[in-house]
């Protein structure tokens, strides 16, 4: 029996609603066939690299398994990151508090009230030492979530590394250093949009040179989900994104195969199952015929969309957080499906407070259940030729090239950004969830159904209050006794070099090894580069 006589058979028999949508409102069909499926799937490690960017995927290795954690002090932190690679973690990712990621120091009156709350505060390079006391770099691949500080923070690594007597060819790992996404969805943003690519391929250029191990951005669709738009949004406007990096790095100078071969990508995982996967496959298939198509990439690596997934904060609850422990493993397991190459799963507290120790052991053992117990890993892409999957990642990929080729014509993603675009169109799908909610059209188990009032008796994490002030102590005493001379003159460089078109991660790098501040460095730079406000969406 074919599909349409089958679909005329059931069409008098009852169903649950009317309409069935993903979350990012594609429609569903009842069932689907081989008729549904376009083209051939490749195999895994071959060009677009659908069905995944390795020939052995998870039987050569398995994902990273990098829990994003940071907070209080560096000693705090330093202690979370030795608990979780006893635990079995397999990668550092590192969260920055928000004076640290808008470049301001703890003693700044700006940061009062936010030092070390939602991540690590970083002042100095003396902070860094503190951080990764006792982890050896060069066996830990370390990421780093900061956008418009990167640059300093990539430095403060590389000082680290070098007063370790450990060469910066050993060292792996990425900094996010997408500031793009900034303007788009999260807000921490310094510097114009055209200072901002500077310094991103200021670092491209450099870490080609120096450090050619290292991820030189995670171009994030994560934040852009999190601010509410939809799996095909999200695709779209990172990809939009990267294609613009790309552009600006041809337009300094490099070669895409130079630099394109580090580039990687960092992607949310929610709750529409097979649509997430679908994206992942999508996305891959997309970026490959970017860069070989539009970019002329000869190096297949540069073809290959790597990326890190984060399972969805946004879809956890504070209501029954038990149940997030379910959500994250079908976020996981979903990023697992897809073929990423890294993750984090999110722990059960987190819509209440920083994660506990206990809660993050177990959004950890999350990861390696699904990895040593499930079986998913023993064969190379196991849900190729499902007849719904292919077909949503082929309209995925249909809505995105939309969404793409909208945008070329505003002129890019900068443009994009700068008119407003991506965030109106953000804040609409956004919109769109919530009424959908609200009017039980989408249910959400423990808000809007199955809901109880029942007192939640869970821990949650407690930061020390005197974190603020031990820092600004051990800030004052820094100052105290570094040589202010040597300071104020990588500082007078820096501002420099800054006015001009050289490539400022030497002189970044310079200033740290003197024990130049965070804020004192992002302050040149701001004198000289200036300020970003954003526009007023109406």
Known sequence: MDKKVWLQNIASL???????????????????????????????????????????????????????????????????????????????????????????????????????????????????????????????????????????????????????????????????????????ARGTYIFPPQESMRLITDVFAYCHEHVPNWNTISISGYHIREAGSSAVQELAFTIANGIAYVEAAIEAGMKVDDFAPRLSFFFNSQMDFLEEIAKFRAARRIWAEIMKERFGAKDPKSMMLRFHTQTAGSALSAQQPENNVVRVTLQALAAVLGGTQSLHTNALDEALGLPTERTAEIALRTQQ??????????????LAGSYYLESLTDQVETEVKRYLDRIEVMGGAVKAIETGYMQKEIQNSAYRYQVEVE?????????????????????ILRLDP??????????????????????????KELKEKARSTENLMPYILEAVKAYATLGEISDVLRNVFGEYAAKELI
Request: charged share 30%; net charge negative; glycine share 8%.
């Open 466 to 491: 005197l974190v603020e002030r031990l820092q600004e102590k051990c800030l004052r005493e820094l100052k105290e006794s570094r040589d202010t001379v040597l300071v104020e003159k990588t500082l």
């Open 14 to 184: 009852p169903e649950r609603k009317k309409e069935f949508k993903t979350l990012s409102g594609l429609s569903v069909d009842a069932v689907y066939t081989k008729e549904d499926i376009q083209g051939d799937l490749g195999m895994p490690g071959d060009y677009p690299y659908t069905r995944g960017v390795y020939p052995t995927m998870y039987r050569g290795r398995l994902w990273t398994m990098r829990q994003y954690a940071g907070f209080g002090s560096a000693k705090e932190s330093n202690k979370r990151y030795k608990y979780l690679l006893e635990k079995g973690q397999t990668g550092l990712s590192v969260a920055f508090d928000l004076p640290t990621q808008i470049g301001y120091d703890s003693d700044h009156y700006l940061a009062k009230g936010e030092v070390g709350r939602v991540g690590v505060a970083i002042d100095s390079l003396q902070d860094m030492e503190v951080l990764f006391a006792d982890i050896p770099l060069d066996k830990v691949s370390t990421s780093m979530t900061i956008n418009a500080t990167a640059p300093v923070l990539l430095a403060m690594y590389l000082a680290l590394a070098e007063k370790r007597g450990i060469p910066f060819a050993k060292l792996s790992g990425t900094i996010q250093n997408d500031i793009l996404k900034e303007y788009v």
């Open 439 to 459: 009017n039980k059209e989408r249910l959400v188990v423990g808000i809007n159904a199955f809901a109880d009032q029942r007192e939640e008796d869970i821990e």
């Open 369 to 382: 259940i699904i990895a040593y117990e499930s079986g998913v890993v023993d064969t190379v892409d196991p």
